[in-house]
T-cell receptor, first 111, second 112 residues
């Protein structure tokens, strides 16, 4: 089946640093979503991307839909302690096919 | 606006017991999804409903798992009998239209 590979699996950064993570696939996706999961909670939708090359921001978060349609990127600028959590990418291949989720990138922020 | 509501938040049971997880989707949403999350396998889609009708249950691991949606505001996921390998966090999500799914807080299930 389709798989999404997220990297890095985990990262430790200093407060104030910028963060970059990505999600890649061997298959083409028509839509990319990014979610954040806080400990003990469900994933929360952060950003949705609908077109190849699209760049969308949500506060300090910026996500891009790769032009090959096989990848997506999430950047967080000036990280703060509440950015801690697991970030998941999810892709939709077509129509009513189920969302495919990556395994997540676990972010830790050191104050 | 209330989000997706799940109950219980935590469930500890013994092997062989029946477990029922409950979900109230966001009002007006027409899709409801049940997921299971484990460290090893990540988020797995178990089953989803459209307008209360089960559409795809190919992710349900075994016949021990069943799900129902008797009306637009309530769904259950039942495991009978439960086994230790069923221990996981179970999420319910809903969406208006297919794509933008909103997740509940999850039920952490431990089967001893």
């Amino acid at each position: 089946g389709q798989q999404l590979n997220q990297s890095p699996q985990s990262m430790f950064i200093q407060e104030g640093e910028d963060v970059s993570m990505n999600c890649t696939s061997s298959s083409i996706f028509n839509t990319w979503l990014w979610y954040k999961q806080d400990p003990g909670e469900g994933p929360v939708l952060l950003i949705a991307l609908y077109k190849a090359g699209e760049l969308t921001s949500n506060g300090r978060l910026t996500a891009q839909f790769g032009i090959t349609r096989k990848d997506s990127f999430l950047n967080i600028s000036a990280s703060i302690p509440s950015d801690v959590g697991i970030y998941f990418c999810a892709g939709l291949a077509s129509g009513n096919t189920p969302l495919v989720f990556g395994k997540g990138t676990r972010l830790s922020v050191i104050a | 606006d209330a989000g997706v509501i799940q109950s219980p938040r935590h469930e500890v049971t013994e092997m062989g017991q029946e477990v029922t997880l409950r979900c109230k989707p966001i009002s007006g949403h027409d899709y409801l999804f049940w997921y299971r999350q484990t460290m090893m396998r990540g988020l797995e889609l178990l089953i989803y409903f459209n307008n209360n009708v089960p559409i795809d249950d190919s992710g349900m691991p075994e016949d021990r798992f069943s799900a129902k949606m008797p009306n637009a505001s309530f769904s259950t996921l039942k495991i009978q009998p439960s086994e230790p390998r069923d221990s996981a966090v179970y999420f319910c999500a809903s969406s208006l239209g297919w794509l933008l799914q909103y997740f509940g807080p999850g039920t952490r299930l431990t089967v001893l």
